[in-house]
């Protein structure tokens, strides 16, 4: 058996050795999770000729990738690998924001993304803060603030109708990552539930 067979055959081992090791290495599993607010009571009566359109909402830095993040100290945050939104939280609540208010009946329409109607009005959202706070081991919490702006459009020049900020926090039930979402829930329903209240309010103002 002359030199380059051997080298031959010692690479075709190698090779097989590395492919076993492949094989046999574990599927790194991910959880995935949705955003889902539930809107509850009947609908209230729309002002008229209001046609809504709710834009894309801006998230801050720290929160924009899909993992769900952990607040461990005053200024150290951490991001969960293994558990993760199944897409980006600033799409999640822009859809929720707009299936909500569409559900409310405060406004006569509340147009879909696609839609290439002209709205009188727009809502624009900012998400300041969307992170399970576990500084207090005793006292672990969900923390979600959002920012919101209701524009008015005069001669396709908008101007700022209503702004407020909103923030909800709530005791986690556990430990795991489902009740940091089912915590999460509850508070993005606390929230939109005060908007729809005070968007109502403000329109029956004029």
Known sequence: M???????????????????GCAQRTAIVKDTFLLD??????????????????????IAPAFQGKGLVYRTDDDQ????????????????????????LSESGVFAEVLLPVSSFEP???LEGHI????????DKGNKQAVLELSFFLLE????????RFQNTYSATLSLDGKTASACIAAMNQCLSEILGDLEKDLASNLAGK
């Open 2 to 20: 002359n030199r380059q067979t051997t080298r031959l055959m010692a690479m075709g081992v190698l090779i097989a050795l590395l492919c076993s």
């Open 37 to 58: 607010a539930q809107r509850g009571g009947p609908s209230l009566k729309a002002a008229p000729k209001t046609v809504l359109a709710v834009r894309p909402f801006s």
């Open 77 to 100: 945050y951490e991001s969960d690998f293994y558990n993760e939104y199944f897409v980006s939280p600033s799409a999640m609540m822009t859809d929720q924001t707009r299936d909500w």
């Open 120 to 122: 009188t009005l727009i």
């Open 128 to 135: 300041k803060q969307i992170v399970a706070d576990v500084r």
């Open 153 to 160: 459009k005069h001669n396709h020049n908008p101007t700022i």
